[in-house]
C-alpha cells in the first residue's frame, strides 16, 4: 500500500519547481518523486565511497609495515587529497541538496574547482 506525505514549498519554490516538472513532462508528484529518489541514490553513492575510503584507512597499517617509508608518505599523501576532496564535495553537494537548473552550473564549476585543487580526475 502506497505511503502519502506532505510537503510545504514556499510560493516562488513551488512555482520553479511546478515549471521544471512541466519542462520534464511530469507531473508535479512524479518530478518530486524523481528527484528524491535521485538525491538518495546519490547519497548512497557518496556514502560507499566513504566506506571504501574508511576501509583503506583502517588498512593503512598493513601497507605501513609491508612498504617502504618514501611509498607510506606518497600513499598518505594521496589518502589526505582524497579525505579532503570528499568531505569539500559533500559540503558543496549539501549546500545545492535540490540541485535547482541555476544552482547545477554553480555544483559543476565548484566540483570543478575542487578536482583542480586536488589534482583529481573523477
Known amino acids: 500500500?502506497?505511503?502519502?506525505?506532505?510537503?510545504?514549498?514556499?510560493?516562488?519554490?513551488?512555482?520553479?519547481?511546478?515549471?521544471?516538472?512541466?519542462?520534464?513532462?511530469?507531473?508535479?508528484?512524479?518530478?518530486?518523486?524523481?528527484?528524491?529518489?535521485?538525491?538518495?541514490?546519490?547519497?548512497?553513492?557518496?556514502?560507499?565511497?566513504?566506506?571504501?575510503?574508511?576501509?583503506?584507512?583502517?588498512?593503512?597499517?598493513?601497507?605501513?609495515?609491508?612498504?617502504?617509508?618514501?611509498?607510506n608518505d606518497e600513499l598518505l599523501r594521496e589518502i589526505y587529497k582524497l579525505l579532503c576532496y570528499t568531505v569539500m564535495h559533500d559540503r558543496a553537494v549539501f549546500d545545492l541538496l535540490f540541485v535547482l537548473p541555476e544552482k547545477r552550473k554553480e555544483y559543476l564549476q565548484r566540483r570543478k574547482e575542487l578536482e583542480e585543487k586536488f589534482g583529481l580526475e573523477l
Request: aromatic share 8%.
Open 1 to 71: 500500500m502506497a505511503k502519502i506525505t506532505t510537503i510545504s514549498f514556499a510560493d516562488d519554490e513551488y512555482e520553479r519547481l511546478a515549471k521544471l516538472a512541466k519542462i520534464e513532462g511530469k507531473s508535479f508528484s512524479k518530478f518530486v518523486k524523481d528527484k528524491l529518489k535521485e538525491s538518495i541514490q546519490q547519497e548512497m553513492r557518496e556514502t560507499l565511497l566513504l566506506e571504501r575510503l574508511i576501509r583503506m584507512i583502517e588498512n593503512l597499517q598493513n601497507f605501513q609495515t609491508q612498504t617502504a617509508c618514501r611509498f
